[in-house]
């Protein structure tokens, strides 16, 4: 069946098909590759789009702009708009969908990017909320297609860290919607929530994808991918004592790696990482806790099996597809 996304919004992958997942996985290999050719259609020429961001950002905020710009769309960053302090979301979205013919929100609720999406009548793309974050997602798979040599439904991919927060919820609907097998490494305290899970063991009956919660590293055997985030995420900042204890048994270390049994295993991260204490917040945690590494050792962060930089750079190729295929179709 031909796919046809114009008009879409991106609001959470649940509610795109396997399918309409791997036409923007193609849509984006084929955009990668014109780029590395300096071929620019501007296939945006005439649009424009505004990003909305309640939280901070390099990747993704630099991704939208550069893919509206290669092409063709005018981009509008806002960071201090009136958007529920002096106007509410359904007017904010009244005004903007008048405006733009396309909207991206990164903030704290997924209801924000809901609303965005009921009432400005243009396409919204969530750009992370506290729930979710699919265009990583489409960046995160787009990599596994470059370096694992086998179909997705093939792939193990085990997530270890925080399993509860926008990464381990898209993670998991993602490699669910792919038909992938999916295990997420964490203590049960930070676990997805029952509902979800119950939700994406539907999808995998229908697509045979395999979702299994683990506390045990052991569980690590036979991936192909080892993935993690941070281990506090935006907003709960207050968290950091408590996740230290929790989940420095779940640091992603060579000893892991090993333990895949797997030589050719690759190491993800959405990004920004605490792999040294080069940051303001890694010499906070080192002064006050004595590590120096948070989630994953630089070690394994600059090791040959870590594919954080190509995956980083292909937030910027699947969301321009996205952009394409929503905005043009
Ligand atoms: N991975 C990611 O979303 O990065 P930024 O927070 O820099 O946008
Ligand atoms: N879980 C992290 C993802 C950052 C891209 C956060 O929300 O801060």
């Known amino acids: 069946m031909p796919t046809n996304l114009r008009g879409r919004n991106l609001l959470t992958l649940k509610d795109f098909t396997p399918e309409e997942i791997m ?49 063709g769309a005018h981009v509008t960053f806002l960071s201090n708009s009136q ?42 793309w969530n750009g992370l909320t506290d729930l979710y974050h699919p265009t990583q997602i489409l960046a995160d798979l787009m990599t596994v297609r470059e370096y694992v040599h086998k179909p997705l439904n093939k792939v193990k991919f085990v997530y270890c860290g925080d399993a509860r927060n926008n990464m381990g919820n898209s993670l998991m609907i993602g490699c669910a919607k792919m038909g992938m097998e999916f295990v997420a490494l964490a203590p049960k ?25 683990s506390e045990s590293i052991d569980d690590v055997k036979g991936a192909d991918v080892i993935y993690t985030d941070v281990w506090v ?27 895949t049994e797997n030589p050719d295993v690759i190491f993800l991260h959405c990004l920004p990482s605490f792999h040294d ?22 070690e394994v962060f600059r090791s040959k099996h870590s594919k954080v930089f190509d995956e980083a750079e292909n937030r910027m190729h699947t969301i321009k597809a996205v952009m394409v295929a929503t905005l043009n179709g």
Not at 277 to 296: D, H, P
Request: net charge negative; hydrophobic share 40%; glycine share 8%.
């Open 23 to 71: 036409y923007l996985l193609e849509l984006a290999k084929e955009l990668k590759t014109k780029k590395r050719l300096g071929i620019h259609n501007e296939v945006l020429k005439g649009k424009n789009v505004v990003l909305l961001f309640e939280k901070t950002s390099t990747r993704t905020r630099c991704a939208f702009e550069v893919a509206a710009l290669d092409e």
């Open 83 to 124: 958007m529920g302090k002096k106007e509410s979301l359904e007017d904010t979205a009244k005004v903007l969908g008048r405006f733009y013919d396309g909207i991206e929100f990164r903030g704290y609720k997924q209801e924000t990017v809901e609303l965005l999406a009921k009432h400005s009548g243009v396409p919204v």
């Open 189 to 213: 305290a930070l676990w997805p929530s029952d509902e979800l899970v119950s939700e994406m063991n539907l999808v995998c009956a229908e697509t045979g994808g395999k979702i299994t919660l």
């Open 233 to 259: 995420s935006m907003g709960e900042e207050a968290q950091f004592e408590e996740r230290i204890k929790l989940l420095t048994p779940y640091r992603v270390t060579m000893d892991m790696l090993k333990k």
């Open 277 to 298: 204490t080069e940051t303001a917040v890694g010499m906070e945690i080192y002064n006050k806790y004595g590590i120096t590494e948070m989630e994953v050792t630089d």
